[in-house]
């Protein structure tokens, strides 16, 4: 089983973390610059970490050079997604 997340990336930030939603879309922050990845390289493990996934679980299947991202998690389903996300 697989899900798929739309995310919204604040690259630059003070902090690491999920900082909530918007509509559907949770909002993460990192601290990594948004160049060469180093942004993108950086959500993985926080989401991993977030929904007590390994970081193997979770892959950045779009969205590489933007803000918004599609993410794919492997072994988790929707509606325990939005459970072990912040609201």
Known sequence: MTTR???KVSPEAA????TGWIGERP???VTAAPERGKANEAVEPLLAEALGLPGSALTVMAGHSSKLE???IAGLTAE???QRLPH
Do not use: F
């Open 80 to 82: 325990a997604l939005r």
């Open 15 to 18: 902090r690491i973390a999920v």
């Open 5 to 7: 997340l739309d995310l």
């Open 27 to 29: 909002k993460v922050s």
């Open 70 to 72: 599609r993410i794919e």
